[in-house]
């Protein structure tokens, strides 16, 4: 881990699993079967599926389709928030965190990129990975529990939120 690495993990250290898990059901009782919370969810739950299976991959060959897979739901995922949900929570009075949430995903995606590089046999990519995890789940916690509480709440056009959402992350995915 880089020291800047280090630095950013010592400035916006991880909540602990049961905080997390707090925040995801509260998040998940106000989401509704179909609504941009509840895909936004599930996009969650898929993303920590595949930080899993990226920290229990041993060969060159698991780590690399892990880091594959992981790619493919986060970049959907961030460019449906970044398109669709952070725009309209800084029309609901969070422009602050939504710009927080914008560089937190950029950030993401250059630790994203620094992994491609780095050998999948080496011990730096588990480092790497493992930085990545941490700051994306602490990401995650935030949106889960305060900002897409409140975009929930105090939104507009809900309705309207869920097909953009569904259809940018859908454009990628596909």
Do not use: C
């Not at 996009?43 to 493919?72: K, N």
Request: charged share 25%; aromatic share 6%.
């Amino acid at each position: 881990m880089s020291i800047i690495d280090k630095a950013l993990a010592a400035v916006t250290p991880m909540p602990s699993d049961e905080k997390r898990a707090e925040a995801t059901a509260q998040a998940r009782a106000l989401a509704t079967p179909g609504d941009w919370l509840s895909m936004a969810l599930d996009h969650h739950d898929q993303i920590r599926a595949a930080f899993e299976r990226g920290s229990q991959a041993r060969t060159a060959s698991e780590r690399l389709a892990a880091r594959d897979a992981l790619a493919l739901v986060l970049n959907g995922h961030s460019l449906a928030e970044e398109l669709v949900l952070y725009p309209a929570m800084a029309q609901s009075g969070h422009k602050a965190q939504a710009g927080l949430a914008y560089s937190e995903q950029e950030t993401a995606k250059m630790q994203m990129a620094e992994l491609e590089n780095i050998s999948p046999s080496d011990e730096a990519w588990d480092d790497k990975f493992g930085h990545i995890k941490g700051a994306v789940l602490t990401h995650v916690y935030e949106e889960e529990h305060g900002w897409f509480i409140h975009l929930k709440k105090h939104g507009e056009n809900q309705d309207r939120l869920a097909e953009r959402y569904k259809q940018e992350f859908d454009r990628y995915v596909s």
